[in-house]
């Protein structure tokens, strides 16, 4: 078979590994193989020959791009040049539909007029909390889609797409060999391995830290990189300077990976929002155990593979009278408000107001839906004040034994032998050339209702301001 993959950009990322990945997987399988993408990454070793086509990057502010047609003639000679005796037998993109390019729907169509069939394959959408990478244009039709997890899929047929035309291809799991030499266990720090951006709700993990019945520090491994995170990890770095807090930041910029997973107690998440939910299946195949905040929506596909999750808790409740509740009310609205708006729903100030009473009505809030000052309010309270810190320990009861289950041999092991046996690599590339037969034997007739879809994901329950507004300090 021969396979064109198409992206952006191969600079390092969580898109172009899994892209890699495919690569090698088709390649070592004797699949012809081109990679291409607008931009490549100087130095950078790949499994399969590369063709840049500019046309493909990102947009850039005031810089002037190909046109549409232009990148469509320029990808059709860099086909034939690698198959000159004729065309790839499917073209597959990797998160076609954010605006990265906003010339990329008709790129796509451009290929689709000429003939080439399509697979566009979603790992993040504009809808859920990325209004920047939205826009108005219709997203490619008449194409299969594939998706890395089961509510994807679910949405995605909700929004009009059929059974057999959205495919369920989860990522796969590399297993990690730790180290021997090191010896970890309960003298290690506990690991938040994670790159510090806003929507893994760090305030929640220094939160949850104050309970810990432990002397290890929490180590959180990387920074974040875009300047939109960067104010709340200052913030959460003053505070925890101010107030003598056993945090580490940036423990993977000082020390191997693989070392600091070897050593560390368990490994924790408390992310409020994940593509496919790595941070979920990883820990269990090095060995380690996993505990903090579950996403429903994410690990319903790991549990219904046998993997045990329940120990997970799904909010952290706490007291809206320890903040302004009427500022947070309106900021909450009217973020929902502008969200609305982004994306040609009903922006209705009663409907704001309904979600509002959802996720508020008992007098508590999920400390994962307020943005960091809120978030640094709470941590503030419990910090000096004990009958607070027993409060919310009353509430949350996981908070009276944070972590995971002792001894938690037995479930390290049968998830460990759950997350190998269901997304082991082999597995994926048997998934991946069934998808890509089916793409081939059956063409549909199929579009994606943009409104429906930016519905589905602006429920109240998961709307959260560290996703859906820039951080005011």
Known sequence: MRIALLHYHLKPGGVTSV????????????????????ASSPGASWPAPVAVVPGLAYDRAGQAAPSAAQTVTDLENALRRHWPDGPPDLIHAHNPILAKNKRLPNILNGLQRNGHRLLCQVHDFAEDGRPEAYCQDPYPADCHYAVVNGRDRHLL??????????????????????????PGGSAGPVLYPVRAIRRKNIGE??????????????????????????????LWRKTVADQGLPVMFEAGCRADFRRLLAQCRFALTTSITEGF?????????????????????????????????????????????????????QQWCNAWLAAAECYGLTSD???????????????????????????????????????????????????????PPSPAAALIDGNRRAVLRHFHPAGHLQRLLAIYHQVMAHPVRQAIDKRKLAAAFLTPERFSLLKWRPFHG
């Open 277 to 329: 939910g790595f941070a979920f299946l990883e820990p269990w195949c090095a060995g380690k155990a996993l505990w903090g905040r579950l996403l429903p929506d994410i690990c319903n596909d790991f549990s219904r593979k046998g993997i045990f999750l329940d120990h997970l808790y799904r909010q952290l409740r706490v007291p809206l009278d320890w903040l302004d509740a009427s500022i947070l009310q």
């Open 205 to 234: 993990a220094i939160l949850l830290r104050l309970f810990m019945q432990t002397a290890a520090p929490l180590a959180i491994t990387l920074p974040p990189q875009s300047g939109g995170d960067m104010d709340g990890y200052r």
């Open 349 to 403: 100030v009663d409907i704001a107001h309904q979600g509002w009473t959802t996720i508020s009505a008992d007098g508590w809030i999920d400390f994962g839906l307020l943005n960091e000052l809120h978030q640094h309010t709470i941590l503030a309270r419990v910090i000096a004040d004990p009958h607070a810190k027993r409060l919310l320990a009353d509430r949350n009861l996981f908070l009276r034994a944070p972590g």
């Open 157 to 182: 047929q909700a929004a009009g797409l059929s059974d057999g035309g959205v495919h369920y291809l989860p990522n796969a799991i590399d297993p990690i060999t730790l180290p021997a030499e090191i």
């Open 19 to 38: 892209m890699g990945r495919q690569a090698a997987l088709l390649a070592d399988a004797q699949h012809e193989v081109l990679l291409i993408a607008g």
